[in-house]
């Protein structure tokens, strides 16, 4: 494309252009009512292959919609001579003539106006919970003159240690600072933080870990917070690394209520704080009637989920080495070991509750034994794995060391409520629609604990970049390998959705 932009819009600015472009930004693009987003969902498909992905483009010249990764739309526009389309997820415009992305000013102006309108609609109709809080970012002229005068920029490399930041050890708070280094290094939460989304009522200089300094910080005040809003983690005893992170969460999540984002939202299982926007996710609990097959569904919000391990008091399913649960996800792992995904699946298979815990059935209108089957209903953007390693019990108190082998890449489609019916004797089939990544998440942080239940440490792996991970050890930061962060036996994991999509 030339200097001077992109001649062949030319041949589509003629009679109603204007009009028809801002029609196509309102439908297809931008959606800003449900009634549009319905439309959308319905009518955006592919006319080659009917599917919905593929990065959908839609011919400018006529009604085409087609895959942008299989080139139907190119097919379209060689046979047609149609040289324009539009990108339905980003609204850019692209040019078959030139092979790539074009700017035109008018278009532009146009798609901006579009924009705005559409971000309007879904804030007065309250349906996906953004709105002109989330409006593109257009500087100011103090703000301009600002950028002028100090021309200078901080370059983020492949070896930026920006943001890594020891913690110094108060006495058995490894707990709270293996914790603090997760939470820092969630993609989603770091950034509100450090934008103006939060409004922070501390010193503008006053960043923990992206103030530019490198010595180790002493979180004492954070200490004498933790002390004060979750009493029974006070004092210098060794505390629950969990405890502490449902403990931080929930503080987070009364404080981030009072923000923009959150303070209109007053049932607490619809917040919309940045808080509930990240970690919470719904489990849907099917309790089945064994006599008239009835089902009795509830679904609750959690942060995280727990999960049994082998060598607990808990039994747990029996599975064979290489059998399908063990393949699912690609896990990597010793022949025998226990996996992520057996866990899961553990978790999400029907459990028969007994003679001893009967439920009165709405269809038999009496007392019945029934099963129990708990599935994903919808996942959070960080879904946090809590592996059971401390069991406490009348008889027993222990710690649970079975070595547990999880993925960098996780697959959570197979525990989803709409992948029941998939399900075979506990064996899920995987789909031939390999390209759905809607469910796919990335590891990015692992918490764990060394020692025994008297006496122990916490440490947590953080990733930071794409594929740059680091030991975070109290006030001690080091390079780790990948290898290090898998081999290791994990007690708390986080991973992170690797494709958000506005809903």
């Not at 896990?331 to 298979?349: E, N, Q, W, Y």
Request: aromatic share 10%.
């Amino acid at each position: 494309m030339s200097p001077a932009g992109c001649s062949h819009v030319n041949g589509f600015k003629v009679d109603n252009w204007k009009q028809n472009l801002r029609v196509i930004y309102q439908c297809f693009v931008w959606s800003g009512s449900v009634e549009t987003r319905k439309r959308k969902a319905k009518s955006c498909i592919c006319h080659l292959c009917g599917a919905h992905l593929n990065r959908l483009h839609s011919c400018l010249h006529c009604v085409f919609f087609g895959c942008f990764s299989k080139k139907h739309i190119h097919e379209h526009a060689k046979n047609k001579r149609h040289n324009l389309a539009i990108d339905l997820l980003y609204g850019g415009i692209y040019c078959f003539v030139c092979q790539d992305y074009i700017y035109d000013k008018d278009m532009e102006q146009i798609a901006k106006e579009e924009q705005r309108k559409a971000w309007k609609l879904q804030e007065f109709s309250k349906t996906s919970g953004i709105g002109e809080k989330y409006s593109m970012w257009e500087p100011t002229k103090r703000e301009l003159e600002l950028l002028r005068h100090n021309p200078k920029r901080r370059k983020i490399t492949a070896n930026c240690t920006i943001g890594l930041r020891g913690l110094i050890n108060l006495g058995n708070t490894c707990f709270m600072n293996c914790i603090v280094q997760a939470l820092t290094h969630t993609p989603l939460l770091r950034d509100f933080f450090l934008s103006d989304r939060h409004k922070c009522e501390m010193q503008s200089n006053s960043c923990l870990f992206y103030s530019g300094h490198r010595s180790p910080h002493i979180p004492f005040r954070l200490l004498h917070l933790v002390w004060t809003h979750a009493r029974h983690l006070a004092g210098y005893e060794q505390q629950d690394a969990h405890e502490f992170l449902i403990a931080a969460l929930d503080v987070l999540h009364r404080h981030c209520k009072g923000d923009d984002n959150g303070k209109k939202a007053n049932n607490p299982n619809h917040c919309s704080c940045i808080i509930d926007q990240i970690f919470t996710g719904g489990l849907q609990s099917d309790v089945t009637c064994q006599v008239c097959h009835g089902v009795s569904t509830t679904i609750d919000p959690f942060w995280d989920i727990s999960l049994d391990l082998p060598g607990s008091s808990t039994p747990f399913w029996p599975l064979s080495p290489g059998s399908d649960g063990s393949v699912v996800n690609g896990d990597s792992h010793p022949s025998g070991a226990t996996t992520l995904t057996d866990c899961l699946r553990r978790f999400t298979r029907p459990e028969h509750l007994g003679s001893s815990a009967k439920i009165k059935c709405s269809g038999c209108h009496s007392y019945q034994e029934s099963t129990k089957q708990l599935t994903m209903k919808r996942l959070p953007i960080v879904a946090c794995f809590h592996l059971k390693r401390f069991e406490h019990s009348a008889k027993l108190r222990r710690k649970i060391t079975t070595y547990v082998s999880f993925p960098l890449e996780l697959d959570m489609t197979p525990f989803m409520a709409s992948s029941k019916e998939s399900r075979m004797n506990g064996q899920y089939q995987q789909p031939v629609d390999s390209l759905n990544n809607e469910n796919k998440y990335s590891l990015f942080a692992v918490v764990n604990h060394q020692g025994t239940l008297e006496s122990g440490h916490y440490t947590t792996f953080i990733r930071q970049h794409k594929d740059q991970w680091f030991k975070c050890d109290d006030a001690i930061i080091t390079k780790a390998s990948i290898k290090d962060v898998l081999d290791s036996e994990g007690y708390l994991l986080f991973y992170h959705k690797q494709f958000l999509e506005y809903e």
